[in-house]
């Protein structure tokens, strides 16, 4: 941390603030320019501190954070990436994985449709949604348990392995009997009780960024997963909220390399929630593997008029068939495998 | 709901469109316009429609919904103001209700020592902090029920109804045997687990609105709460995400009017929050007032260098003396009652 | 400027850091922790300097700017308000100075008996619009100089002194005959040839907020108009684009209190502009003063229905009569006059 | 237009909505429905009305524009993608064209370098500012006509177009005589007397999407460039602002086939302004392409740290080199035709 004194602070104000510095542990180091003093904290504990406690003293200009909040989820911290684990499938590592499936699980005979589909098309893993977060109470909540063994068993059926999103830490228990990773969706990203006890478990866990998250706040909740215990966390960008109310959300795209960059854990893109409209999919899909995305999840349906949700932004299995047979052209130019 | 269709649109488009209604229970209407046609939706429940459906189907050029997909949340349906009595304080009524405490509760001597003060000054209701959300997993996280009971003795001793926060619908239970409001935070308010779970429960919600929560998303929340019986729902206004980073968060002053327009429910302004900036808190507590809120919500600390949390967002007790005074000017311009 | 080293930084890689450092004419101050190296950057122009040159450096792991880089609008630089003299009205000292008009001005009749109105109400300034910016090229763009004429003829008459926006730097030759402050509408803040001609002239400027300008940005743009030689610029807080479209822009009411500390200019309010609804401008001009606006600037017609441009954000003469009422009792509060 | 009434408006609200829109030339056909009456306005011109004039008559609870307010730039107008012809060089055909050079053009030695090698990679196009827009006004402003002279001499020599920024009016007349495409930057989205008097030349204008425009107000723009007969327009998605600081702006990749699905104008990203850290511009660029962009504007400099401007986000020239070999294999995959 560093702290700018105003061009004006007086010798009173400064010692002030060396001696905060000092009573949390602090060096503090004092360099006096011919404008202004600055002082530098060395050591000390800078993960808990609120720098504001310091911008509100008298005769400070602004107060810095040098280092990063985070620490386990850091490339500072391990150089190599990370690799993910999920039943002899590996994430982060040399293969871009696709993880493809309906929205919703609504009945064995659909899924088992489209699993098969998409397992064919080169699919490793079966995306599909048992426990529904919906903005209306009055709206299909999915099928609970029933969907997480319709889950398990598609996925057994095609060798896929099951990654489905868990709403409350109540339901994690019986879904990590079904399920090979655990989704944590964009509005619970930052549900803290809930991070702590995905801490607790040795299931991966896909964490989608939240509708208005940072970067470092993304970051801050996969630490708080793998302060727990648990270091299988995976990101998952998946469209951020901004003014332009066209798209459902806007993807960022440059989150991928940034994070690929600040952590060595793997991100994933969704481009289904990230456009919310299916003709925009397949172009952010194409984009998000370019920029380098470890993997996509995509909502697949044999039959999305009838779909019991999103089925306006689910691509047909032959548009599945037709991303994949691009993807495998465009995955060698980064040096790496297509998985299919 | 209208469904516009392209100038060049087929009638085999057309007929697809009328069709898909007539599937969902609606009554089409169909105008014939020198450039294009126009479809009225009449009848059915659009509350659960996504409007996507229509939009990528072929021919359509816009879909959009006429009316609002909440009902018990809205003053269409409900035109008086709704009044929530809280032991006898009534928020939403000609009176203008302060909350006031310490962002967490840190101990007996802490609460007591800051509640006798807003007490005095004319404060209604002791807010404190029990159970901490903090983005980092290594921070001071609250005393838990322990803080609860310190905040019913001390409410209990100076006649202050209590609110505080709760994270998860495991602490519901707990916090309703101290608490006289359940505030649900930014973070939980699309937790629909939660949500569905605080209807069922009789004391009054103070929820929060979503870092980037639009109006419809938050009285959706509302929706749900009161879709599970607890009509006694108050809004809070705590600032929202923008590309601006000086303040902690952008305070939308303008939702106070506008969710009183659209919604019976009172709405409450958090300036502390709002702005995270200790010398803002009084101008922009003053401008919610100005703006029509219904009460504010403060947080107040006595020593505020050495508050476990957000000390340089805490008002002195003077400070919020001083800015009682002002509001006892402001208030009766709105044709309201000064509370204290 | 602070530049904080990788924990892993090799001796070379400070080194480098240092050497750049010094060959842009600083001296750096090198602090070594436990953890990583610090470097601070003391003298030398960090105005011009761009943080990435330095953050892209092998070993770096950030660099902070501690200055800002405005220097003639930084309160730093002048303790004492600026106080701005418009013929005799002041604006930004003890007296809160209201403007209004029409959007528009459309006729000679429509802006006299909308002048009368205001300036009767105790308005100082008339506001309306000779060159309209419209984002329609087949809309209403304005009366042109003969809209200035009206202006100044029916200004004279009520004894108003005249803000109109100039949309372009040959505009402002004509403009200065007949206004008394140049107004720069949002979309031009940043509009660089524009803002240096500003500076070479003596007329006051009412800079407006550009839809997603920060703070800082802000006041560089301010900067650039004082660093032309012109001091007379005044801030006004319009609105910025977020996420929420209900209302047309969402005011910044925490953008008073932060630019008054900022910096020593005044800062204005337009209510009419930033909340785009006529229902919701009373209350968000209470809020701005109850905030410490130095000003307000409103748009009144005395028939918006059938008002050439933004009629639906006019206030009527009577609700401009009441909102003035209801100011005379709340600017008292904050120590300050009411200028009618 | 399609204007809601609210659920108990009366027979007279319905009649003055009526009234109003057979006033403006409009047809109204209403639908009595079970819960609210439904007005559609046919025929008349919605371009230039103010759907607020309706919202805030009595009775009315919503006003929709189902129509565009654009029609020049509309695909629903023009079916067939516009193809530009620059000088031989086409953009928005099937093949995909690259612009590379400078940020700011230094001097002769340093563009015909940078130049030499971008055209060798394969680029058709060098771009290059000689008018600087800078957020200081202290910092390096561009050669100006001394710039273009460059450009034009270096352009000729590797049969390189040329691509060169205009920020002011005043600078057009000057600038047709060197460049062959004129850039509109994001800061002048919305300079209205600018964008007609781009609409009275015949070049070639690429209008960078401002930096929180709506994909409507970015097609407007280019309507405004059209209405005065200049139809050769191409846009330029170059990142747009939100609440994420890390990268200099959020490219909105999205933005490419939404753009293309609502006009027939050819659109160009730019991964240099769009990300600001020359890391990010190398996956943003393979992202933009494999989403559709019909070419690229990419910053390249042969020794960025002494670049005089925006050096932080220039690739090495070995870099561009290896980008575009990356490229010729990820274009044929959409069925295009790699420029080189």
Redesign the interface.
């Known amino acids: 941390m560093?702290i700018?004194m105003?061009?004006?602070a007086t010798e009173e104000q400064i010692s002030a603030v060396i001696a905060?510095l000092e009573l949390l542990g602090f060096?503090a180091?004092r360099?006096t320019?011919?404008?202004?003093t600055?002082i530098?904290a060395?050591?000390g504990?800078t993960?808990?501190i609120?720098l504001?406690?310091f911008?509100?003293m008298s005769g400070v200009?602004?107060a810095?954070r040098?280092?990063v909040?985070y620490k386990l989820a850091s490339r500072?911290f391990q150089h190599e990436d990370s690799v993910i684990d999920v039943g002899g499938v590996k994430i982060g590592g040399p293969e871009v994985i696709m993880m493809a499936g309906p929205c919703s699980v609504e009945s064995l005979d659909q899924t088992r449709t489209i699993a098969e589909r998409v397992a064919k098309a080169g699919a490793k893993i079966l995306r599909g949604g048992a426990f529904k977060?919906?903005?209306?109470?009055?709206?299909?909540a999915g099928l609970g348990e029933k969907g997480l063994e319709i889950l398990r068993t598609v996925g057994d059926e095609f060798d896929l392995r099951v990654v489905t999103e868990v709403?409350?830490?109540?339901q994690i228990s019986v879904t990590v009997q079904y399920a090979d990773i655990i989704q944590v969706g964009a509005?619970?990203m930052?549900?803290?009780?809930?991070?702590?006890e995905l801490g607790t478990i040795r299931k991966p866990v896909l964490l989608k960024r939240?509708?208005?998250a940072?970067?470092e706040?993304w970051l801050?909740s996969a630490?708080?997963i793998m302060?727990?215990g648990n270091h299988n966390v995976m990101f998952c960008e998946r469209g951020?909220?901004?003014?332009?109310?066209?798209?459902r959300n806007?993807?960022?795209?440059?989150a991928?390399?940034?994070i690929k960059?600040l952590s060595h854990l793997p991100i994933i893109a969704d481009p289904s929630q990230?456009?919310?409209?299916?003709?925009?999919v397949v172009?952010?899909s194409?984009?998000?593997?370019?920029?380098?995305a470890d993997g996509l999840i995509i909502e697949v349906h044999h039959d999305p008029?009838h779909a019991l949700?999103?089925?306006?932004?689910s691509l047909y299995p032959d548009q599945f068939e037709e991303l994949m047979q691009?993807l495998s052209?465009?995955i060698?130019?980064?040096g790496r495998t297509f998985c299919a």
Chains 1, 2, 3, 4 share one sequence.
Do not use: C, W
């Not at 951020?240 to 798209?247: D, L, M, N, S």
């Open positions: 560093v700018a105003e061009p004006n905060r060096d180091h360099s320019g011919t404008e202004r600055v530098g060395i050591g504990d993960h808990t609120d504001r406690d911008e509100i200009a602004e810095v040098i280092t909040p500072t977060p919906r903005t209306s109470p009055y709206s299909f709403m409350d830490k109540d509005r619970n930052q549900n803290f009780t809930f991070l702590r939240g509708m208005s940072t970067y706040e801050m630490e708080y302060a727990g951020i909220r901004t003014f332009e109310t066209y798209t806007t993807m960022d795209i440059a991928i390399p940034v960059k990230g456009t919310g409209i299916r003709a925009k172009p952010l194409r984009a998000a593997v370019a920029a380098g008029d949700s999103d089925g306006a932004q691009q052209h465009i060698p130019v980064l």
